[in-house]
């Protein structure tokens, strides 16, 4: 298909974006020893994930409505509860819970108070 321009370009940004996103925390890199800033910018660019909107997470309607229905709008948001938190919003279930949990592991993320 064909794309409006300021469409394109809008792609084109929110790409190079999330490619960018792992300098955002040139400071810190910049601290590290030389292997270990190799290691940080051969890692999955997870800086800056935060501030990106759950859209970036692609997931099922039902998952998605209800998380926008209590006010979850950024991956930080998400990223901030808890399961226990997430399971007492209505409709939003284990099945839920668990497209969530993958959806942040690709991104290297996960809920509060769980490990990887």
Known sequence: GSMDPRDAIGHAAE?????LAIFTDLDRIEGLGEAAAEAAAEAPAVHGMENFPI???ELGVR???CLKRVGIETIGDLTSK???ELVAIPNFGRKS???VRAALSTHGLTLKGEDL
Do not use: A, F
């Not at 790409?15 to 490619?19: F, G, V």
């Open 82 to 84: 808890s399961e226990n």
């Open 63 to 65: 998952s998605y409505n």
């Open 15 to 19: 790409i190079l974006i999330r490619q």
């Open 55 to 57: 859209e970036e997470l």
């Open 97 to 99: 819970i668990e497209e």
